[in-house]
């Protein structure tokens, strides 16, 4: 059960193993798998020492730009721009749009924190929904993750199709943040340019593995997009986040072999779980979401045994873990469990 007084409590992310060594100051070596990033990050790049003699150019943002637009089979007039981590353009999405500064907000929950925190702390109320197709204002502002963190729910495309038609006939705007979709390509909205009153997010660094690169893009609505170029200003990425990711987008071979490397990670873990019947709720090839009786227990048990996880203030049952990197991690973590329950 969702525990709604506590929706809006939660500050913990994945990824700070700081917090946890501070702790558990007795465990000397961790296993994170709090956050769901690709533990097989891009390697294949060379950084010149004079990368940051000099601001970033424009010639080199619309390199990227045009290699993220092929990268996520976008038309060449589509609308794309570049930020500092689909977490900061989800920060910054409600200072933007003064023309809806009126608009309801409607966030499909339970999802990603952030997607609430930054739409109250600009002054914004709230209304989670749980069926996008019976409780949404056209004419407000709806947000969506696809899929869904941390449960992996995949929306179906025809279903997303027709609500962002209603949102553009009643002029409200649909937000879809696909951080998770990279594994999953074909899973993706089929954005087109004629698709108004829409903006996607998509992450670089979860899938690529790099997200202290702090790099995100937003595309869709020329309108909307325009707005948040202005807003971000001539510079809104560091030259290295250009040099890597122009790099990796366009590494088409290690594209392919990371997506089937994620498929034999994710079923392992799968059937791991599956061997010692923990019930799984949902998930992605870089997450999955179990059940327990008291999440809560179980993640500092195993953080005693130095595997860290991410567990959820509002839903003292759920407990998100990442994927393991191999078969000695994996080993690891299925042994911890076992005799954790046992």
Avoid: C
Avoid at 7 to 31: C, R, T
Wanted: hydrophobic share 40%; glycine share 6%.
């Amino acid at each position: 059960m969702i525990d709604n007084k506590n929706f809006f409590l939660e500050d913990e992310h994945g990824g700070d193993l700081l917090e946890a060594q501070k702790k558990y100051k007795d465990v000397s070596e961790w296993i994170d798998l709090s956050s769901g990033i690709n533990p097989h990050p891009y390697k294949d790049f060379k950084l010149a020492k004079s990368i940051y003699n000099s601001l970033p150019s424009g010639q080199a943002i619309r390199e990227l730009l045009s290699a993220a637009a092929v990268y996520y089979k976008l038309k060449d007039d589509s609308s794309i721009i570049a930020y500092q981590g689909a977490q900061g353009l989800i920060n910054i999405f409600p200072y933007i749009f003064s023309e809806i500064k009126k608009k309801k907000v409607q966030v499909y929950s339970p999802t990603y924190i952030e997607h609430y925190k930054s739409w109250v702390n600009a002054g914004y109320t709230i209304k989670l929904i749980v069926s996008f197709e019976k409780e949404i204002d056209p004419s407000g502002i709806t947000i969506i993750v696809n899929p869904n963190n941390p449960d992996g729910k995949l929306f179906n495309k025809d279903a997303l199709i027709v609500l962002q038609n209603r949102i553009q006939e009643k002029n409200g705007l649909l937000i879809i943040d696909e951080s998770f979709m990279d594994p999953t390509p074909d899973e993706k909205f089929n954005y087109s340019i004629e698709k108004q009153n829409l903006i996607i997010i998509r992450s670089f660094g979860k899938f690529f593995g790099l997200p202290g690169l702090r790099l995100g893009f937003a595309f869709g609505d020329h309108k909307y997009i325009n707005q948040i170029s202005n807003f971000i200003g001539p510079w809104p990425i560091s030259s290295s986040s250009i040099d890597i990711a122009l790099k990796a987008m366009s590494d088409i071979q290690w594209i392919k072999q990371t997506i089937n490397q994620l498929e034999i990670l994710s079923k392992d873990l799968e059937l791991a779980l599956n061997a010692i019947n923990i019930p799984i709720i949902g998930g992605t090839l870089l997450f999955k979401l179990v059940k327990f009786e008291d999440a809560g227990k179980i993640h500092n048990l195993l953080a005693k045994d130095g595997i860290w996880t991410r567990k959820f203030i509002y839903n003292n049952n759920w407990l998100r873990l990442g994927i393991p990197k191999d078969r000695v991690e994996l080993n690891y973590l299925f042994n911890s469990l076992q005799n954790i329950l046992k």
